[in-house]
């Protein structure tokens, strides 16, 4: 579904992103650690085509096409997702117009038929059962407000609005409650398809035992160093990341 | 030589017949009249603010007309409306018959001159120009007297409605008396055809305790020149909560001046909506006088083609009111190269004890706004047109009168291209 291939790329000219390399699979789940500021977010940004980072090398593939000759709005109508480490606060546009406008993009694009605001009420409320988030939010200005863990809840809604073959979600489980994240681990697994993946970023294994990934892999400096089954994520939580570079080091010497 | 052309204006306006009730004011007002002149932009508070166009022009009387209102009408307020057209009284437009029992609701030619506190509010203050005029020679308009402890459950709509062939000159004068403990949503609605100037001039007393909300919808015709000024004083703990909509006129300039007593809140926003070569100034004037009292005032302008935004927004604590919290913010999109917007907080401050805050902001749309709807599968139109509709209708979502928010928010998506994206209520 995904391929990249030595993927670099750079924000005002200081290179992030070193040369990554990753397959997704259609059906599998795949987890990114590593410390902060080695370049996750920024993996997933260029993934989706935020204007802010160039890519300088490299090529990627969604679907057998070339993702990056696509504008970001056309991305997200072809089924990419990314459920952000801190969403947006747009004032003034509700949140129910919001998701039945990209409900409707999405409806359009693929030549289905778009929801007018009595059948999209229907549809949203069993989205918001799934998230487990109260009504009054479809009311409220997107994200404007909302607490940390609101905007998480209100992206994985999202995400159960727009059913995305391919979503990243960045550090969904900062600012949840123990709760919360089960609710939203749920819904996540709810949501995986075999013709869906998902990839995870994270630094805690608390959401892994929640949404299972087949793969780790651990990012670092703009590299991934190192990449492993499930129980990486475990070991990584007991020995920290200094043994991983230290790895990586050894073996880019011999 | 634009004084003389500004003196015949004055002369002209003033030519008429004095209106015969409130003889005294009148006359003060045009006593201080025959001393002042159209201000020019050499006079700081009009520097951006050109009303030579406006001193060229000559106006006749005001003819009586009849119009179809049946537009205009909000389901919420048919029953508690009073209409004026042309400046005059429409009473077969008017239907005032759900206002409740207590409430004093009626045109101001109705009103006996015992009405005394007309002319009285904001006396600390000196007189604006077009205040005066207005005073001179207002024809009617409202006033609107809530007993004690009364909450009137319906919100009140007046609308001024002017239809003009030739150049006209009307004078809307609005007083609104709230007694101790009593509470009132209010409409006032300016709207209108061909060219005219309108300069009304709103009184407001909102006693101790007492809660006035007050939302003013400025859709003059594209030729017209609406100069408001709006007066209000507010009592020990009581609020007053404004919000005004600029839409309409080649010129209009709103002069808030509010003042609070102790405990006393106020809010004061506002939204203008600019293109082709409109101007919208807003001279406001916030006076904490005693302790304890909030003030919150947000100021949005959008402001396309060759238009001009102004806003001068000054805040005065005087010495002794200490707790005072006042928070302002003006907040100002521009879309078009030629589009301008002038922003000036000016914070006087003799209190210590305050929290005061102010922000202004000239710019255009956030980039990551526009991003995070784009990664959501909206284009870049789509999401320019949703987040310029977002931008203003943020000054909308507290509009307590449903209808009156659907239809602003409809003028709103039409005026910020935003119709296609379907229904954003
Ligand atoms: N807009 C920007 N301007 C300058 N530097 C940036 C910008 N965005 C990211 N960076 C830098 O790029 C690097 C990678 O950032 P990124 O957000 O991808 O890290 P991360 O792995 O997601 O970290 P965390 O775990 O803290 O979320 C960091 O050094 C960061 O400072
Ligand atoms: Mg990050």
Known sequence: MLS???????????PVLKGIDLELKAGEIHAIMGPNGSGKSTLGKVLVGHPAYEVTGGEVLYEGRNLFE???????RAGIFMGFQHPIEVPGVSNAAFLRLAYNKKAEAEGRDELDPLEFDDFIHEKIKLVAMKEEF????????????????????????????LAILDELDSGLDIDALRVLGDAVNKLQRP???????????????????????????????????????????????????????????? | MTLAVGSNLLADLLSGPRPAEWADLREEAEARLTERDLPTSSDEDWKYTDLKALAGMSFGPAPKVTVDISGHLLPEMVGTRQVFVNGHHAPHASCASAVPAGVRYFPMSHASEACHALGSIGNGAAKGLFEDLNTARFEDGAVILVPKNLKVALPLHLLFITKAEAPIAV???ILVLLERGAELELVEEHLGEGPYLSCPVVEVHVAEGAVLRHERVQRESAEAYHLSTLKAEVGKGGQYHSRTLSFGARLSRQQPWVHLAEGAEASLDGLALLDGAQVA???????????????????????????????????MVAKGAQGTDAQQQSRNLLLSETARVDTKPQLEIYADDVKCSHGAAVGQLDPEE????QSRGMNADDARNLLTYGFAADVLTHIPVASLRRALRQLVMARTQATSLGDLG
């Open chain 2, 370 to 373: 526009l991003f995070y709807l």
């Open chain 1, 195 to 254: 013709d869906r993946a998902l990839l995870i970023i994270t630094h805690f294994p608390r959401i892994l035992e929640i949404i299972e990934p087949q793969f780790v892999h651990v990012l670092s400096g703009g590299r991934i160093l190192k990449s492993a089954g499930k129980e990486l994520a475990i070991e990584l939580e007991e020995r920290g990341y200094d043994w991983v570079l230290e790895e990586a080091a050894a073996g880019s010497q011999r």
């Open chain 2, 171 to 173: 004078f809307p004068r």
């Open chain 1, 138 to 165: 479809l009311d409220r200005s997107l994200n404007e407000g909302f607490s940390g863990g609101e905007k998480k809840r209100n992206e994985i809604l999202q995400m159960a609005v727009l059913e995305p073959k």
């Open chain 2, 281 to 315: 100034d807003t001279h406001s004037f916030l006076h904490h006088a005693e302790p304890g009292a909030s003030s919150h005032q947000l100021h949005k302008c959008i402001v396309d083609g060759k238009a001009r935004a102004i806003f001068n927004g000054q805040i």
């Open chain 1, 4 to 14: 990249i291939k030595n993927l670099t790329a750079s924000i005002n000219g200081t």
């Open chain 1, 70 to 76: 696509l504008e970001p709005d056309a991305r997200a």
